[in-house]
């Protein structure tokens, strides 16, 4: 009953802030603070639901009794999860965005704003809730059109403009293979119903598994930004303001995962290992090659976009193991790898909501979005550059940070398949363990560069040089993540039981996956002792702190302050740091054959020695848009221009056109329809 | 318990100089000169700390802290790595994966502090010290795999005492080719020829230096103690993972503590004199020349995993 009141708690605090955000849209900040308190009161509403269903029941709820279809909510263990996570975002980007969109008041429209960013939060929560095929697609479709309209809410850039077009495009055609996918579903089950849908999943012939699975994974691949489905997403997120990247790439891209999920466990039972096998090889390639564009990507929300492609392959990698032992009966193991997965969304939703309002925040104070003309912040923006390194630590994977803790459990649970038989299953395992490290020491390498390059040094443009801290709503939502990254790093004892409880409920184990000894000691009873305890490696840190902390301090004389060596000449200067192209150079020139780099350099020559000026320009292409979809594009462009010839313009022709597909089709009823 | 934590970080902040200065030395011994003495690195550590550090007027509390973060991150990964005895109060705190990832933190702060002077010498070393390590990453992984699909674990005691109770059976060729693998990867994170020349200050080549050239004094020290005590922990875990014979276990009485601490220093200065061999009989290679090296790497673990599957009878 209270999870009832709960629910309708939390929806309707979002409707609230979306109604409230129209009827004060005359006054900017009213308007704002409402609405994005608003949804922050809704999230902390979910946040209670949500644990109330991990820990207690599943919630069902029908809107039209007795109808057919029947619409309804109905929220299990593994959709509290996602609500879970959607409300924590949701809760520090509502905080951020108060602070945030005051770099709109009197340019843009906030109460549209504010409108739209509510009823998106409310659609992802429908997304999450649906009982039904047809709400879900409602549901999906609201998202994905309002996420659009949040992208092209700068609309008077010309490459937002394109961004969104190409968002929109590529959601529909995964959208078509969601609605096949559901389609080969229903026509089992004979109902559009979930529930039905599930009991299909068992009764449905294999080839109508696989045929399903695979659509689905292509249709929601596409959402989650899985190689090669994903060129829509360095475009649209980027585009999107601030707080709407950071709960895009937080959030709404792990819807995808959700029905995944949804679909391969709890529909079909991961039948068959080889679906595994696509899950996870695919999940490593998104990996390593999101990683590789975002290393050399100089436009900072860019490369955060990039690195999401590369975070959704880690989590699909755990999946992927996942469905593998599930699919070779060892239920354990494979929740094992779903925690993993589980953890690594969690923690990519905080620390990546995190780095995307740190983007918000640099170009807040900076308008710059490129690497190449920042430096310096530390000095100007301290609280925030000690916030957004955190972020960075995490998602570099370093201990005793967030990242750490799930990209371990992530080897862990690869290191397991020594327990199966399969020799393929060892082979392909170790492969994948061996790309996702490259992949996270690519993670450290691109993250290094973007903070090394942003905030250290000296300033390489008049905005860095003048930029200022943020205000104390933005630095709170960073502030609460922060702390959330550090909290997930070095208490995993209390996130993985609920975790565990999660993944059990749909895979069907005791929930039993792993022991906890002294001091938060995690060990995997199923194989021989790995062990670790986050909490102890802080604790040893700290202790160790002391060691040098005695040997520099100790006798503390003055430090004495000179320029920079610059080989005995005065070289301290902006222009003579390090570039980000320089830093990132060996991996261009390491993976020269997947970038194609191309350079341009211009010199004129004042006289014959002396050079007046100096242009230099270099880019990578990308190859899955020249190679895959500009042909495609080019193709249906081909066959719409030689279509043209059949439309003349002329209504006797189109008349024409009528009558003769009248004659077939009388010609095709008085045959008798064979 | 704090008494043997308590001597396992002076054993490992005592020994790493020692180590130092003894490849020195063998170095010079086959390059046919005297060379400084073994003490040296001791001299050289204490000289450093009593002077001041010079810091350069653009640096940010990054650079201030990089040291005692890297310092403090590999001294933690040496409470994780059996040394003499496989049994460590805080083995359970991370496995060895949770090593190299300490590893990673600790190069992580120094090559951030290596941008912070603006110099372009620290961000080209920088740049290329992450460059290096993520050559490494997945080699240094496959080996991992190899190592614990063998022994079923990636806990450090645990992986000490397996092999060390397999006797002469360890020696399997999977685990030879392991080893071969971890030697190249440890070449690498030791900055070692041909990756990299711990002796030259020359801006085209170095990379480690290039990093800490705005160190100075007492700072310095701490880096360069760092990178001594990391050195000597990657002997430590190619010695105690491959060869761990003659570890002490809990338990043992004085005499085999004593025994076993010798023996672990003999198999230091054995990995120590073949790196020396390595290094005066290559030349450095040109940094875009590595990826070929740490590939021979990678597919030796690749190997050893194959190798496995096929002796394991799969």
Redesign the interface.
């Known amino acids: 009953m209270l999870d009832n009141y709960l629910f309708l708690g939390l929806a309707g605090f979002y409707l609230v802030g979306a109604v409230s955000a129209l009827v004060f849209n005359k006054k900017d900040a009213l308007c704002s603070y409402i609405s994005f308190l608003s949804a922050s009161a809704g999230a902390l509403l979910g946040f209670v639901f949500s644990l109330s269903v991990i820990f207690g029941d599943s919630f069902h709820f029908i809107l039209n009794e007795g109808q057919i279809p029947e619409f309804g909510i109905f929220v299990d263990k593994l959709s509290a999860f996602f609500i879970l996570v959607i409300s924590i975002s949701v809760f520090a980007v509502s905080i951020f965005s108060t602070g945030y969109v005051k770099e709109y008041f009197g340019k843009k429209n906030i109460g549209y704003l504010c409108f739209l960013y509510n009823i998106f939060i409310l659609s992802m929560i429908l997304v999450i809730c649906a009982n039904n095929a047809i709400m879900f697609l409602i549901a999906w479709e609201l998202m994905s059109v309002i996420s659009f309209f949040l992208v092209v809410y700068e609309h008077e850039k010309i490459e937002t403009r394109k961004a969104g077009f190409i968002y929109i495009v590529m959601t529909h055609i995964g959208t078509g293979f969601i609605i096949i996918s559901f389609l080969i579903f229903a026509g089992t089950s004979g109902s559009f119903s979930f529930e039905t849908f599930h009991a299909a999943g068992s009764t449905m012939t294999p080839f109508l598994k696989d045929i399903a699975f695979l659509f689905a994974f292509i249709g929601f691949g596409t959402k989650a930004g899985i190689v090669p489905f994903h060129i829509w997403l360095p475009y649209a997120h980027p585009a999107a303001p601030g707080n709407v990247s950071a709960l895009m790439s937080g959030v709404m891209i792990k819807t995808a995962i959700f029905m995944l999920i949804r679909i391969s466990f709890d529909f079909l039972g991961a039948g068959q290992s080889w679906w595994g096998y696509i899950v996870l090889m695919m999940g490593t390639i998104s990996a390593i090659l999101g990683i590789l564009y975002a290393v050399v990507e100089p436009d900072m929300k860019r490369m955060l976009a990039f690195s999401s492609i590369e975070n959704v392959g880690i989590i699909l990698i755990g999946l992927g193991a996942s469905m593998i032992f599930l699919a070779s009966d060892k239920p354990i193991l494979s929740a094992i790898a779903m925690i993993a997965a589980l953890y690594h969304l969690l923690n990519h939703s905080v620390f990546k909501g995190l780095l995307f309002m740190g983007a918000g925040s640099i170009l807040y104070s900076t308008h710059t979005k490129n690497i190449e003309k920042l430096g310096g912040l530390i000095k100007r923006m301290p609280v925030s550059a000690i916030l957004i390194l955190i972020g960075v630590l995490s998602i570099s994977a370093m201990p005793p940070f967030s990242g750490f803790v799930s990209e371990w459990l992530t080897f862990q649970s690869l290191l397991l398949t020594f327990n199966l038989d399969s020799n393929f299953a060892i082979i392909i395992l170790s492969i994948s363990a061996a790309v996702l490290a490259l992949t996270g020491a690519l993670a450290a390498y691109c993250f290094l560069k973007f903070f090394g390059m942003v905030f250290l040094a000296l300033p390489r443009s008049e905005n860095a040089q003048h930029a200022k801290e943020v205000n104390i709503p933005m630095l709170a939502g960073m502030g609460f993540f922060a702390l959330l990254s550090i909290m997930l790093g070095i208490l995993p004892v209390f996130v993985l039981p609920v975790l565990d409880r999660i993944a059990s409920s749909f895979i069907g184990t005791a929930g039993q996956s792993f022991s906890f000894g002294t001091f938060g000691t995690i060990s995997i009873p199923s194989s021989g002792g790995i062990s670790i305890s986050t909490p102890g490696l802080l604790a040893i840190l700290l202790i160790l702190m002391l060691i040098p902390a005695i040997i520099l301090f100790i006798n503390k004389r003055s430090m004495p302050v000179y320029e920079t060596w610059g080989c005995g000449q005065p070289v301290s200067t902006a222009r003579n740091e390090y570039s980000a192209i320089a830093f990132s150079k060996p991996v261009q020139v390491w993976f020269k054959g997947l970038y194609r780099p191309a350079r341009e350099m211009e010199v004129t020559y004042s006289s014959r020695y002396l050079k007046e000026s100096f242009k230099f320009k270099s880019g990578i292409e990308q190859v899955f848009e020249k190679n895959l979809y500009i042909p495609v594009v080019d193709f249906v462009m081909d066959i719409s221009r030689k279509a043209k010839v059949i439309q003349t313009g002329s209504i006797h022709a189109y008349l024409g056109y009528i009558f003769g597909i009248l004659v077939i089709l009388f010609m095709f009823v008085i045959s008798g329809g064979s | 318990m704090i008494l043997q934590l308590v001597f396992q970080?002076f054993l490992i902040?005592v020994l790493a100089p020692l180590l130092s200065g003894f490849i020195k030395k063998v170095k010079s011994f086959f390059q046919i000169r005297k060379g400084p003495g073994i003490l040296q690195p001791y001299y050289d550590l204490l000289k450093l700390?009593k002077k001041?550090?010079?810091?350069?007027?653009?640096v940010?509390?990054?650079f201030h802290a990089a040291?005692?973060i890297s310092?403090?991150?590999v001294?933690?990964a040496g409470?994780l790595i059996p040394v003499y005895i496989t049994q460590l109060p805080?083995g359970?705190?991370?496995?060895l994966?949770?090593v190299i990832?300490?590893f990673?933190?600790a190069r992580?702060f120094t090559?951030?502090a290596s941008?912070?002077?603006?110099?372009?010498?620290?961000?080209?070393g920088?740049?290329?010290e992450?460059?290096i390590?993520?050559?490494?990453?997945?080699?240094?992984?496959?080996s991992i795999?190899a190592v614990?699909?063998n022994?079923?674990?990636?806990?450090l005691g645990?992986i000490s005492r397996t092999v060390s109770g397999m006797g002469i059976d360890a020696m399997s060729p999977y685990q030879i080719l392991a080893f071969v693998a971890l030697f190249i990867i440890a070449i690498a994170e030791t900055g070692r020829i041909p990756i990299d020349n711990p002796a030259t200050h020359l801006e085209l080549t170095m990379i480690h230096e290039a990093m800490i050239?705005?160190y100075s004094g007492?700072?310095l020290?701490?880096v360069e103690l760092g990178a001594m005590i990391k050195q000597l922990l990657i002997f430590s875990l190619l010695a105690n993972i491959f060869f761990p014979w003659g570890i002490a276990s809990q338990g043992a009485g004085v005499s085999a503590l004593v025994l076993a601490l010798l023996v672990y220093m003999i198999k230091i200065l054995v990995i120590g004199i073949s790196m020396a061999v390595v290094e005066t009989s290559t030349a450095k290679w040109r940094?875009?020349r590595l990826?070929e090296l740490l590939s021979i790497s990678?597919m030796l673990s690749?190997l050893a995993?194959?190798s496995f599957?096929i002796v394991k009878g799969?």
């Open positions: 970080i902040i700390i001041d550090s010079v810091v350069s007027n653009n940010s509390w990054i040291p005692i310092f403090v991150a001294l933690a409470l805080l359970f705190a991370g496995d994966i949770a990832y300490l990673a933190l992580f090559a951030l941008l912070d002077a603006g110099s372009s010498f620290g961000g080209m920088g740049s290329r992450m460059f390590a993520a050559l490494v990453e997945p080699a240094l992984m496959l795999f614990a699909l022994v079923g674990s990636t806990n645990f050239l705005e007492r700072q020290a701490i940094l875009f990826p990678l690749f995993i194959v599957i799969g």
